[in-house]
T-cell receptor, first 112, second 113 residues
Framework: RKEVEQDPGPFNVPEGATVAFNCTYS??????FFWYRQDCRKEPKLLMSVYSSGNEDGRFTAQLNRASQYISLLIRDSKLSDSATYLCVVFHLAGGYNKLIFGAGTRLAVHP | NAGVTQTPKFQVLKTGQSMTLQCAQDMNHEYMSWYRQDPGMGLRLIHY???????DQGEVPNGYNVSRSTTEDFPLRLLSAAPSQTSVYFC????????????FGQGTRLTVV
């Protein structure tokens, strides 16, 4: 089982739609959680951190459920520019070193 | 402010050749790391460093070497390229701790034939 699992998609949605991505992680000792965005053939960039209380940044809302070990990302009023791959990232101490574990990503395609 | 700079952007190697991927950051970050990204898989950690003179192995270190002689530079060396090393390689740096924002270079697309 992968340490961080995501639905690979693609999610094809029209502009203005609301779309939600989920991510599950296997290590209950995971300490920090993030969503990164990766455009096609580009480097990943931090979208937002995920806090236990949930957090919002404009049209983006991230939630963490520690009991069920899943993280979600909600995008409201989708724009064409939101088309990208969204990477769920988990941080924990494992194998003797702190590390970031990246999910394989969920691809979003927003169409007119 | 350039951030994290990786070179080259593209490279084709023959099996058995060696090469060095360069990575430099100008943000004075102590933490640097190398990842590889393969289709259908998340980024996997190859090697990492928590400061000049300190390096350690990540999840998939075999076939790669690193060194960290300065805070700014963290080159990745492929000792004897194999087709299994065909991948996209990313260098990243973090300020202070691993669970802070990671800044990535633009990536190197490596093909080994």
């Amino acid at each position: 089982r992968k340490e961080v699992e995501q639905d690979p998609g693609p999610f094809n949605v029209p502009e203005g739609a609301t779309v939600a991505f989920n991510c599950t992680y296997s290590n209950s000792a995971s300490q920090s959680f993030f969503w990164y965005r990766q455009d096609c053939r580009k480097e990943p960039k931090l979208l937002m951190s995920v806090y236990s209380s949930g957090n919002e940044d404009g049209r983006f809302t991230a939630q963490l459920n520690r009991a069920s070990q899943y993280i979600s990302l909600l995008i409201r009023d989708s724009k064409l520019s939101d088309s990208a791959t969204y990477l769920c990232v988990v941080f924990h101490l494992a194998g003797g070193y702190n590390k970031l574990i990246f999910g394989a990503g969920t691809r979003l395609a927003v169409h007119p | 402010n350039a951030g994290v700079t990786q070179t080259p952007k593209f490279q084709v190697l023959k099996t058995g050749q060696s090469m060095t991927l360069q990575c430099a950051q100008d943000m004075n970050h102590e933490y640097m790391s190398w990842y590889r990204q393969d289709p259908g898989m998340g980024l996997r950690l190859i090697h990492y460093s928590v400061g000049a003179g300190i390096t350690d192995q990540g999840e998939v270190p075999n076939g790669y070497n690193v060194s960290r002689s300065t805070t700014e530079d963290f080159p990745l060396r492929l000792l004897s390229a194999a087709p299994s090393q065909t991948s996209v390689y990313f260098c990243a740096s973090n300020f202070g701790r691993w669970n802070t924002e990671a800044f990535f270079g633009q990536g190197t697309r490596l093909t080994v034939v």
